[in-house]
T-cell receptor, first 115, second 112 residues
């Protein structure tokens, strides 16, 4: 149980376009979802915390107008990278929490390559 | 495909007892392994990574390629160590691409 599906797993896009990444909890309701970014040879970086029905809370240094997060339902959160640039190329991963303080369930991640 | 297995969902130990949180991985190349920790009501944070070979809060982890393991150890558990621990693997493939995979996590409970 407790599966988180992230889609797509890999996307290549041209500079200036927008890319939407979906994070779905398949068999539980996720009150909170987290979006992270992984840079090569570095540890995971939390980008934002998303609660269903409310605005996401962004970490310092993360541009909220560039990384749009929508958590419209208890099973779906989306991250849209707007006007993507090559420096946005990275590995993005989401995690979902069924209840406060419960274990995190991670998606398989999305590899974004901006050319 | 890469995979991370944490066989124990919950581990309870008494304060002062040794702790070992198990992590096994499956990956064909040379992986980079991490341990992340989430304390109650706090965000996920990096505990340690194998390439740094350091000890954080008394925890150590050695990459054993023969056994494909990266177990987290501490000789004497403290109550403040109670948390969720996640093992993670980054696998690098060609052309600079990589993938991050997390284990399901182990909840460590240290009994006073």
């Amino acid at each position: 149980g407790a599966v988180v599906s992230q889609h797509p797993s890999w996307v290549i896009c041209k500079s200036g376009t927008s890319v939407k990444i979906e994070c779905r909890s398949l068999d539980f309701q996720a009150t909170t979802m987290f979006w992270y970014r992984q840079f090569p040879k570095q540890s995971l970086m939390l980008m934002a915390t998303s609660n269903e029905g409310s605005k996401a809370t962004y970490e310092q240094g993360v541009e909220k107008d560039k990384f749009l997060i929508n958590h419209a339902s208890l099973t779906l959160s989306t991250l849209t990278v707007t006007s993507a640039h090559p420096e946005d190329s990275s590995f993005y991963i989401c995690s979902a929490e069924g209840a406060p303080n419960s274990p995190l369930h991670f998606g398989n991640g999305t590899r974004l390559t901006v050319t | 495909a890469q995979r991370v297995t944490q066989p124990e969902k919950l581990l309870s130990v008494f304060k002062g007892a040794p702790v070992e949180l198990k992590c096994n991985y499956s990956y064909s190349g040379s992986p980079e392994l991490f341990w992340y920790v989430q304390y109650s009501r706090q965000r996920l944070q990096l505990l340690l990574r194998h390439i740094s070979r350091e000890s954080i809060k008394g925890f150590t982890a050695d990459l054993n390629k023969g056994e494909t393991s990266f177990h987290l150890k501490k000789p004497f558990a403290q109550e403040e160590d109670s948390a969720m621990y996640y093992c993670a693997l980054v696998g690098y493939s060609g052309a600079g691409s990589y993938q991050l995979t997390f284990g399901k996590g182990t909840k460590l409970s240290v009994i006073p």
